[in-house]
């Protein structure tokens, strides 16, 4: 055996050794064949990090082999923005989508930021541009601009603060303005108005009209079906599903907390209300843990691959890189670090 043919095996063996136990996605299952194919591709992918002085964030939405083969860092989008902004690597690949990757440009400047894949955008990002948040700011001149972090860089630029699933209900709590006007997402928006009439706190929330065409997709009825057949089962939900959705689950919190709960909650059965990535990282970091449900998958995330990490970190093509007009780069800085002042620290 050739030194190289030696460490492809060690690879290979080390990806089975993290993804033995995942095979939440139909038609996708972890062996040695199947770890030794890819093998050679995460080396070299690891090995052009070095040499490009780069890290991978990844969301816990990408495909696993990515996130278990070649990140630096995984996790949810407060969790992945904290990373890029106290990156001192010259170059950050982003396995995400479009405005992770955009968020990490606006919070990590030096850095060349690069996208494996250009296409993947997000449905609530996609939703709202900054024309149409100026023509809502006009209507509500006295209300507090909140962003969603799932928006454009221009939307950021136009709001105040910016929030994710992890912190929006304790910020939006501390904001002096009573009138809010929450965007893009208007479920997660009927979510807030929920959380604070529980916390009894009186505010107004405008919100725009985008969702999340993975969570939106959720509905109270399964959580029925699924209580009536798996007794004990806890249901843990992602704050952009529907309010009846989320009033049903026993858990809500981004996609952090859910695997935070997860953990740490002894049931027999777990139903997870979202991305079924979540439910990879689950089968990897809890494998003792039994999960029911059918498989989501986002479109989007699911557009990065190790070949596009690969060509994205070798020589990226423009498209792949994130510019951005640097006056609207620290309008929109301001909302994200207004966030992170603002943010709870657990
Ligand atoms: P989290 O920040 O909770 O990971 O959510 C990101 C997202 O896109 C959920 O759909
Ligand atoms: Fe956007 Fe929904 Fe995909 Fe998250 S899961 S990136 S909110 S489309």
Redesign the pocket.
């Known amino acids: 055996m050739t030194l190289l043919e030696a460490e492809i095996e060690t690879e290979a063996e080390r990806l089975l050794r993290a993804l033995l136990h995942v095979d939440c996605e139909p038609g996708r299952t972890w062996d040695y064949a199947a770890c030794r194919r890819i093998a050679p591709l995460t080396l070299e992918i690891n090995r052009l990090k070095r040499e490009r002085e780069a890290i991978i964030l990844a ?3 990408v495909e696993p082999e990515l996130i278990y083969g070649v990140a630096d860092f995984k ?4 969790f992945l923005s904290l990373q890029a902004k106290k990156a001192q690597a010259k170059v950050i690949v982003f396995a995400g ?1 479009v405005f992770m990757a955009e968020t990490a440009k606006i919070l990590s400047p030096q850095a060349t930021v690069v996208v494996p894949d250009r296409g993947s955008g ?1 449905s ?1 990002a996609d939703s709202l541009d900054g024309a149409e948040l100026r023509r809502l700011k006009a209507l509500y001149p006295d209300a507090a601009v909140v962003c969603y ?2 928006s454009t860089a221009e939307v950021k630029a136009e709001s105040d603060v910016c929030v ?3 912190n929006v209900y304790d910020i939006i709590q501390q904001l002096p303005e009573r009138r809010i006007l929450f965007v893009p997402d208007r479920l997660m928006a009927e979510n807030i108005r929920g959380e604070l009439k529980r916390r009894a706190v009186d505010k107004e929330i405008i919100s725009s009209d985008g969702t ?1 065409i ?2 939106d997709a959720f509905d109270a009825a399964e959580i029925a079906a699924a209580r009536g057949r798996f007794p004990g089962l806890k249901v843990v939900a ?1 704050p ?1 599903c529907p309010p009846e959705v989320a009033a049903a689950a026993d858990f809500v ?6 695997m935070r709960y997860v953990k740490t909650t002894p049931a027999p059965y777990f139903l997870m209300l ?2 079924c990535g979540l439910v990879g990282r689950l089968q990897v970091e809890a494998p003792k843990k039994h999960f029911i449900g059918g498989c989501r998958l ?1 479109p989007y995330m699911k557009l990065n691959s190790l070949e596009k990490v690969r060509d994205a970190l070798l020589a990226p093509r423009p498209d792949q890189i994130i510019t951005l007009d640097e006056t609207l780069r620290v309008r929109a800085s301001r909302a994200i670090e207004r966030m992170f002042e603002l943010a709870p620290t657990d």
Do not use: Q
């Not at 919190?253 to 859910?258: E, V």
């Open positions: 969301h816990s939405y996790g949810d989008s407060y989508v997000c609530l972090i799932n994710t699933s992890g999340c993975v969570h992602h952009e919190g981004s996609t952090g907390a859910m979202t991305e986002c």
